[in-house]
């Protein structure tokens, strides 16, 4: 596997013969990244579309190593359905009775390639091969398993001992705050991966985002849910429950030729909504007060709705939502057009489940299961259809 990842970093393109003209030669970039689990195939369906010469090397439930002529700055900013993006390191496999101890032979980790990407990105730093104690730097681990006590080390554990090694190796001098480069580990189960973050903090988290609601949508979910949505130049797209204006302002980003409105009931939201939408959108996004049950738009006039509806946790109620849902579709049916999308974000799945199965406008596409602040919650992905179409529905749940 390291042999096929160095040699993928190598020049790709063989040179002209002499006499004819020389092509550019392209140098291709490893990297990993972190996805919202569960959204692999939209997140990869991204990468398809966005990155040249495209190889992708390793994958698991929330994580994914690739290959491709993008650059890593331009990685950063482009990659929307990333939690975040590291040049890769190393991977290695964990057994269950062992502690995390990485040993770092140059054989194993291609520091020189993983900081080449780093420093792509930041060009005012120093190289840190060079520099030594001049770099500051710090270690972070994220670690997770479906088996309780599955590893014999904590996530300080391994960041220390890898943090120690990097020490010994390059002089670097640790520091929590304020430090030049970031080396991040993740283990999962018996996977580990290493790589050097090209970002600060994830870039899913405040990403686009001045004020932050009480149950703020992760962005790259936000992202990927408008994927599905097939928004092109003059689509009218709405989130009737939109909160601080996540889903929106996400896709704004990256359709902008498309007209937007959140809204939503309480005046919290629509201030933060408000907010984002001045430091992070432009004039085709726009926010007012509205009650999901009576949305104020005239019939057939919106191409897809995305929205991330209330869960009854943090925010509402079963209860709530019983009363909520019903209406919510009468309204959607009104509103969308014949061959538009509806795009729900929800934990309630039987509750959405029976409202489908009880609506006559809607064909169900697609499901995908999604972890959402520990909650693995539903995005479904509906079609409005004529009603006389309507025995042609599948219902498959999430």
Not at 150 to 162: L, N, Q, R, T, V
Not at 357 to 362: A, D, L, R, V, Y
Request: hydrophobic share 35%; proline share 4%.
């Amino acid at each position: 596997y390291q042999r096929r990842v160095r040699g993928s970093l190598e020049l790709v393109m063989e040179p002209s013969p002499q006499g004819s003209n020389s092509k550019k030669q392209k140098i291709l970039h490893t990297y990993v990244s972190t996805f919202p689990k569960g959204l692999g195939q939209l997140f990869c369906r991204e990468l398809k579309t966005k990155c040249s010469d495209l190889e992708i090397l390793w994958q698991d439930s929330g994580s994914i190593v690739f290959s491709t002529s993008l650059a890593p700055q331009l990685a950063v900013k482009s990659l929307k359905g990333a939690n975040l993006l590291c040049s890769f390191l190393h991977r290695t496999r964990i057994l269950p009775e062992t502690d995390f101890l990485v040993d770092l032979k140059k054989d194993d980790i291609d520091w020189k390639e993983a900081l080449h990407s780093w420093r792509m990105v930041y060009t005012s730093k120093p190289d840190p091969l060079t520099c030594g104690p001049e770099i500051t730097f710090r270690a972070t681990c994220e670690r997770n398993s479906k088996t309780k006590n599955y590893h014999k080390f904590g996530s300080m554990d391994a960041a220390k001992a890898f943090g120690a090694k990097i020490n010994d190796t390059f002089h670097w001098k640790p520091k929590m705050r304020d430090f030049d480069l970031e080396v991040f580990i993740n283990v999962q189960d018996e996977n580990a991966w290493m790589g050097v973050m090209l970002h600060k903090g994830l870039l899913s988290k405040t990403r686009n985002r001045t004020v932050l609601g009480k149950t703020t949508l992760n962005s790259a979910v936000a992202y990927l849910m408008c994927s599905l949505a097939n928004i092109g130049p003059g689509s009218f797209v709405l989130d009737p429950t939109g909160g601080v204006g996540t889903i929106p302002i996400e896709a704004s980003q990256e359709w902008p030729s498309a007209l937007y409105f959140t809204g939503d009931n309480k005046s919290k939201c629509i201030d933060g909504a408000l907010k984002n939408i001045e430091n992070h959108a432009g004039p085709t996004v726009s926010c007012l007060v509205m009650d999901a049950r009576y949305m104020p738009f005239r019939d057939g006039i919106v191409d897809a709705i995305v929205t991330d509806l209330p869960f009854g946790k943090r925010e509402g109620s079963h209860k709530i939502n019983q009363a909520l849902y019903p209406k919510l579709f009468k309204e959607m049916e009104r509103l969308i057009k014949i061959g538009g999308s509806a795009i729900l974000l929800t934990l309630e799945k039987k509750l959405l489940a029976r409202t489908i199965e009880n609506s006559k406008g809607f064909k169900l596409e697609e499901t995908y299961l999604v972890d959402v602040g520990g909650y693995f919650a539903s995005i479904y992905h509906l079609r409005r259809i004529n009603q006389s179409d309507s025995n042609e529905k599948q219902i498959t749940l999430g």
